[in-house]
Every structure is written in structure tokens, then in C-alpha cells.
């Protein structure tokens, strides 16, 4: 079963990225570009859910549909 979890990521003054979830408490995700930061977010964001209870939470996140929306940020 696949979970939509929303995430935030921000570029650090380090050029770092930074994902963190108010869906999600614990996850905290940081990579050297965006495409490595989503990876590591949701590795660890399986991990967590692992170990938590997961019938106890299952109503905080929505299932994936065949359609839904995704927040894309570009920067100009």
C-alpha cells in the first residue's frame, strides 16, 4: 500500500536541501540536490512509518489515487 506524505524542502545557506513533513514527525531528510533529498525523505519516511504502528495512523494520510495533486516549485 502506497501513503501520500506532504513534505517541505528548502535550500540551506549550504547549498544543502532540507525535507521535513508536518505529516510526519521525525522526518528529517537532507541531500546536495533535490532529487537525492526526495530519495533519502522517503526512505526514511518508509522507515518510520515501519516502526510506528501503522493500523493506528493509517487515517492521517490519504491513499494515492490515479490522480492528485503535487506542489512543484521552481525557482527562477
Do not use: C, W
Amino acid at each position: 500500500m502506497e501513503k501520500k506524505i506532504n513534505i517541505h524542502i528548502e535550500k540551506l545557506p549550504e547549498g544543502y536541501y532540507l525535507a521535513t513533513s508536518d505529516n510526519l514527525q521525525g522526518l528529517v531528510a537532507q541531500g546536495r540536490t533535490i532529487t537525492e533529498t526526495i530519495e533519502i525523505a522517503r526512505d526514511i519516511a518508509k522507515k518510520l512509518l515501519e516502526a510506528q504502528d501503522f493500523k493506528n495512523i493509517n487515517d492521517k494520510f490519504s491513499s494515492f489515487k490515479d490522480n492528485f495533486n503535487y506542489p512543484l516549485v521552481v525557482g527562477l
